[in-house]
């Protein structure tokens, strides 16, 4: 966030360097929900979920500072944002499917004799 601040008048200087640094800040957006998700499933255990107050939480912290470079920044964050968070969801629903169909089934106890 700092660099953007020290070379906003290069990224708002043309259009598609602005749409750039609403990618960039998608990414920022991505790598904040999973430190936030692994710090709560440190915290929690490992069942624990994010909720939907820190997505949105860390969606406007990436928003706003897209917001620092210039105002299309923000809008094509939020779009990449929420095409991350999309593809997110399906990896981490697809993980949870595999890994609950992954535990060995239970073996039935042999008689004693």
């Known amino acids: 966030m700092a660099a953007e601040v020290v070379f906003k008048s290069f990224l708002s200087s043309t259009q598609p360097l602005t749409i750039v640094t609403g990618f960039l800040n998608s990414l920022l957006f991505v790598f904040l929900l999973t430190a936030v998700s ?10 624990f979920q994010t909720k939907l107050g820190e997505v949105i939480l860390c969606l406007l912290f990436a928003c706003a500072a ?9 809008t094509t964050c939020l779009i990449f944002s929420l095409i991350a968070l ?8 697809g993980s949870r499917i595999h890994s609950s169909s992954a535990t060995p089934a239970a073996v039935p106890a042999k008689k004693k004799r």
Request: hydrophobic letters at 40%; charged letters at 15%; zero cysteines.
């Open 86 to 93: 999309y593809r997110l969801t399906r990896i981490s629903s």
């Open 38 to 47: 692994n710090l709560e499933m440190m915290s929690f255990g490992p069942s």
């Open 66 to 74: 897209a917001g620092v470079v210039h105002r299309v920044s923000v």
